[in-house]
């Protein structure tokens, strides 16, 4: 089955600063990577996905890179607010249609 | 849209009890996800059902747990009997697959079984 590994596990920055996670998966017929963003004691919120045939997607401050040769990919928050402050989930799927999670990035942004 | 809709929202029971919980998947969505969420194992899909049939159930844990989807708009997930280990939050989510694959998440049932 797939098998999606995320690091790190915890990251912190200064407000303004950027924030890289990164994730690999082993499934190369995955093809939807959807990212999570889960504040304390809510429930997890779609805030970017990308799709095997995209290698880049942006949304305001949000972008998010696939290579999918190295079948890895990543999300990048740039100028970063303390309302960014979460734990963020990256996951792959593929005919299965099922997620497979990572294990979480626990992020801070401090002010 | 009311989003996905799970009850309840807050289970205590004692060891060896049955638990129920319910979900509504959002209108027009054709598949329904379980998902349970613990520190140590993060976020794990316990079963997913399309158009109303269980798909793949390879997750769920043992015989103790059970899901059911009777009709496109309610999912149960049975635990019986329940133990301590089964303490965790659970999620419903729902998605329309030929669509997209974007799945929107309930608030989550958080289950403390003592």
């Known amino acids: 089955g797939e098998n999606v590994e995320q690091h790190p596990s915890t990251l912190s920055v200064q407000e303004g600063d950027s924030a890289v996670i990164k994730c690999t998966y082993s499934?190369?017929?995955?093809?939807?990577f959807p990212w999570y963003k889960q504040e304390l004691g809510k429930r997890p919120q779609l805030i970017i996905d990308i799709r095997s045939n995209v290698g880049e997607k942006k949304d305001q401050r949000i972008a998010v890179t696939l290579n999918k040769t190295a079948k890895h990919f990543s999300l990048h928050i740039t100028e970063t607010q303390p309302e960014d402050s979460a734990v963020y989930f990256c996951a792959a799927s593929g005919s299965g249609y099922a997620l497979n999670f990572g294990k979480g990035t626990s992020l801070l942004v401090t002010p | 849209d009311a989003g996905v809709i799970q009850s309840p929202r807050h289970e205590v029971t004692e060891m060896g009890q049955e638990v129920t919980l319910r979900c509504k998947p959002i209108?027009?969505?054709?598949?329904l996800f379980w998902y349970r969420q613990t520190m140590m194992r993060g976020l794990e899909l316990l079963i997913y059902?399309?158009?109303?049939?269980?798909?793949?159930d390879s997750g769920m844990p043992e015989d103790r747990f059970s899901a059911k989807m009777p009709n496109a708009s309610f999912s149960t997930l049975k635990i019986q009997p329940s133990e301590p280990r089964d303490s965790a939050v659970y999620f419903c989510?729902?998605?329309?697959?030929?669509?997209?694959?974007?799945?929107?998440f309930g608030p989550g049932t958080r289950l403390t079984v003592l």
């Open positions: 059902f399309n158009n109303n049939v269980p798909i793949d």
């Open positions: 989510a729902s998605s329309h697959i030929g669509l997209n694959n974007e799945q929107f």
């Open positions: 499934d190369s017929a995955s093809n939807y």
């Open positions: 209108s027009g969505h054709n598949s």
